[in-house]
């Protein structure tokens, strides 16, 4: 089978999505029989991430008017002249919903859209009006004459429903790709942050619904209790979305805030010596897909904060997290939790994160289950276990 994987960007202007979707598409023509051709649309990153994707070679599209909505004029032509089996999309309310659904139409052949938390609540009330116009020229249909949505967790199921769309939806995790061997590389931030303090991690878009300005609120009440927080030192890792960290870097300077260190993004080796050089992880998040900063902190065996909001309750079961909520006081009161725990406590922690990542959340277990939704969608095969239709 050839899969068209259809994406409003192949690179990292697109977060977190642009790595689970280069993931699976490469662990699905390493460890399946399915081939995988990918349609991006330009932007400022293309170029330099473009290899990212080998063994795979995307076609890349330009884009005319606003980013925003990507509007790209060959698209459509593009996807046809693929001839794909099927098409599998990534994001929604984008132009590239409005060509998946005029290629179904001509085509009649299946497409499925990994929805990647977009209609969760937080989601869906953000930019809002927007939304409902979207929804009303397009998006809806194009959720409704899919053949599967996929979801990773049973929250974003119920989102889903919530948002009264009754198509077929397959339940499948996010992967992460188990880090390599030991590195040398020295930490990123050795001019900032002194060695004899531990660093709390975040890692992500830096985003109001991050949770960013409660956990600035939540440290700044910290420190001013001084104990064990002096301590440590928060580094925040990612890139701006909107000019929210000009916000956060100003109430960090009004506050006094000098254990806190905006670090600007990170990928490739330089991620990696972020989560190898960290103590602990936080994501303090309003709303989540399913996060993979999470997963990849647990991957390096990091304790990890995070908020019942990131749709990964394993972790809680699991003794691999501690809970908080996107609250100032509640964060507070978190931090203080790890601050007061002990080296061995941490590292236990995240141990118990690094086994629940290998028993559930490799990109070769998430390929096998991808491909069984693939087969089912032409025919093939019987729906797999995680394909709900009520």
């Known amino acids: 089978m050839t899969v068209g994987f259809l994406t409003p960007s192949v690179s990292r202007a697109l977060g977190g999505i642009y790595e689970i979707e280069r993931n699976l598409a490469q662990s699905l023509v390493q460890t399946t029989s399915a ?12 170029e330099e991430d473009l290899s990212e994707w080998a063994p ?29 089996d099927l098409l599998h999309s990534h994001v929604l309310w984008r132009y590239t919903s409005v060509a998946s659904l005029q290629w179904v139409r001509q085509t ?5 859209i990994t929805i990647n938390g977009m209609l969760d609540p937080w989601a869906v009330n953000n930019s809002r009006w927007k939304k409902r116009i979207a929804g009303w020229l397009y998006e809806h249909a194009n959720l409704r004459e899919a053949t599967c949505l996929q979801v990773n967790t049973e929250k974003e199921y119920q989102a889903v429903r919530d948002y009264g769309v009754d ?16 590195s040398s590389a020295e930490p990123p931030w050795t001019d900032q942050i002194s060695s004899d303090q531990r660093v709390l991690l ?26 064990n927080g002096n301590s440590w030192a928060l580094a925040i890792v990612g890139w701006d979305d909107g000019g929210h960290r000009s916000e956060l870097e100003h109430f960090t300077r009004e506050a006094g805030l000098s254990s806190v260190h905006f670090l600007g993004s990170m990928f490739g080796d330089e991620k990696a010596a972020v989560f190898r050089h960290a103590d602990a992880f936080i994501l303090p998040s309003h709303s989540e897909g399913l996060p993979m900063a999470v997963l990849e902190a647990w991957s390096y065996g990091l304790p990890v ?35 007061g725990s002990s080296a061995e406590q941490r590292a236990s922690m995240g ?40």
């Not at 992500?204 to 104990?227: A, C, D």
């Not at 959340?361 to 096998?368: C, G, I, R």
């Open 351 to 390: 141990d118990r994160g690094r086994s629940l990542v290998e028993r559930k959340f490799t990109w070769p277990s998430v390929a096998e289950e991808m491909h069984k939704v693939y087969q089912w969608m032409l025919g093939e095969r019987s729906a797999p276990s995680c394909v709900r239709f009520e």
């Open 202 to 227: 975040f890692l992500g878009r830096i985003h109001p619904k991050k949770g960013l300005q409660e956990l600035l609120e939540g440290w700044k009440q910290v420190q001013s209790e001084g104990s």
């Open 305 to 339: 904060l995070k908020t019942p909001h990131c749709n990964l309750p394993e972790g809680f079961e699991a003794n691999a997290a501690m809970k908080v909520i996107p609250d100032a006081e509640a964060i507070a009161e978190g931090l203080q939790r790890l601050f």
């Open 108 to 112: 009649g052949r299946p497409h499925l």
């Open 56 to 84: 795979l070679e995307p076609t890349v599209l330009p884009v005319t008017g606003p980013t925003s909505f990507g509007y790209a004029p060959d698209l459509l032509d593009t996807l046809l002249d693929l001839n794909a």
């Open 35 to 46: 081939e995988v051709e990918v349609i991006g649309l330009e932007d400022e990153h293309t």
């Open 167 to 182: 198509t077929p939806v397959c339940t499948i995790p996010n992967g992460v790709a188990l880090p390599e061997e030991e």
